[in-house]
Nanobody, 122 residues
Framework: QVQLVQTGGGLVQAGGSLRLSCAASGRTFSTTIMGWFRQAPGKEREFVGF???????NYADSVKGRFTISRDNPTNTVYLQMNSLKPEDTAVYYCAADPSGTYSHPSSYRAWGQGTQVTVSS
């Protein structure tokens, strides 16, 4: 199995930036595709973006142009850089790995980070 440990997050004002990290260990060959999701209170977990090992990315329309997923291969760490944050970006953010199926759907992923809170104040 692959283990995912997240760091980062916190409180930021609208318009600010944050970077989340997701470090993978164990069966890191299962991290060819890494996804990011978020879940706001009372809402379902929603797709943020995913990244292929070759660098191609796919983002939800709500974050396109503001969020960027990158990866540091030597450390098996994936990052979610979030710029121009809005109050509606407030949620618990999760990284995910080892998908089987539709990469934009959370049920496709078999490994999850512990989640990290991002709060954007207006």
């Amino acid at each position: 199995q692959v283990q995912l440990v997240q760091t980062g997050g916190g409180l930021v004002q609208a318009g600010g930036s944050l970077r989340l990290s997701c470090a993978a260990s164990g069966r890191t060959f299962s991290t060819t595709i890494m996804g990011w999701f978020r879940q706001a209170p009372g809402k379902e977990r929603e797709f943020v973006g995913f990244r292929y090992s070759d660098g191609r990315t796919n983002y939800a329309d709500s974050v396109k142009g503001r969020f960027t997923i990158s990866r540091d291969n030597p450390t098996n760490t994936v990052y979610l850089q979030m710029n121009s944050l809005k109050p509606e970006d407030t949620a618990v953010y999760y990284c995910a790995a080892d998908p089987s199926g539709t990469y934009s759907h959370p049920s496709s992923y078999r490994a999850w980070g512990q989640g990290t809170q991002v709060t954007v104040s207006s």
